[in-house]
């Protein structure tokens, strides 16, 4: 489970954080990304639309690693796993929703922002997490901090990450990627500026050196 999980932070350097809010919209958007390079996204369960869209990607385009993001219920594990997610990202992390997660055998980035979240996950055998919400939880500091006492765990930072702050973030030894909503604008899927979030997404690829 964990190595699973560690590898999806080598798909991206950004996985894009992603708000359907029209299911149609999804596959078109999901092209572009992964024209632009980007082979990961996740979708987060904050619209009616989101599953609609997850199962959407999951058949349209069968290259793209779509998951589901803000999953903080088992019943939402279920759902989207039978929706086609190959992934599961939460914001937090119960003791009940993580067996919900660890029962689905999809790779689980649960989030974590303390250092006692972080342990209590380890114990449950997860060692690559969500940090969030990555600024307002102490930053890039805090998050250094966390890698001479627990040198085996790996991160994906997302929460106030932009495009002219995630290069520090992914120079930090315990940062594998970072979440991010910056490559994929509302107004640009608002407008299927579909060409926009291709340049976004080509941009995104070239932060890890």
């Known amino acids: 489970m964990t190595s699973i999980a560690r590898d999806l932070l080598a798909v991206s350097p950004v996985v894009p954080v992603v708000v359907v809010d029209d299911a149609a919209d999804a596959v078109p958007l999901a092209e572009a990304l992964l024209r632009?390079?980007?082979?990961?996204?996740?979708?987060?369960?904050?619209?009616?639309?989101?599953?609609?869209?997850?199962?959407?990607?999951?058949?349209?385009?069968?290259?793209?690693?779509?998951?589901?993001?803000?999953?903080?219920?088992?019943?939402?594990?279920?759902?989207?796993?039978?929706?086609?997610?190959?992934?599961?990202?939460?914001?937090?992390?119960?003791?009940?929703?993580?067996?919900?997660?660890?029962?689905?055998?999809l790779p689980f980035l649960p989030g974590a922002g303390t250092v006692s979240e972080m342990l209590a996950l380890l114990e449950r055998g997860l060692d690559t997490l969500k940090f969030f919400p990555a600024e307002a939880s102490g930053g890039r500091a805090y998050l250094s901090s966390v890698a001479g006492p627990l040198p085996g765990l790996a991160f994906c930072p997302?929460?106030?990450?932009?495009?002219?702050?995630?290069?520090?973030?992914?120079?930090?030894?315990?940062?594998?990627?970072?979440?991010?909503?910056?490559?994929?604008?509302?107004?640009?899927?608002?407008?299927?500026?579909?060409?926009?979030?291709?340049?976004?997404?080509?941009?995104?690829?070239?932060?890890?050196?």
Request: hydrophobic residues 50%.
């Open 36 to 105: 632009g390079g980007v082979g990961i996204m996740e979708i987060t369960l904050r619209t009616p639309d989101a599953l609609a869209a997850l199962a959407a990607v999951a058949k349209a385009v069968p290259a793209m690693r779509v998951g589901a993001g803000t999953v903080v219920t088992p019943e939402q594990v279920d759902a989207a796993r039978e929706a086609g997610a190959t992934f599961l990202v939460s914001p937090g992390a119960t003791a009940t929703l993580v067996d919900a997660a660890l029962a689905s055998g």
């Open 158 to 209: 997302t929460g106030g990450i932009s495009a002219g702050t995630a290069a520090d973030w992914l120079a930090l030894p315990n940062v594998g990627c970072v979440g991010g909503s910056w490559l994929t604008p509302a107004d640009a899927v608002r407008a299927h500026d579909w060409e926009r979030i291709e340049r976004l997404a080509q941009e995104a690829t070239k932060l890890r050196g």
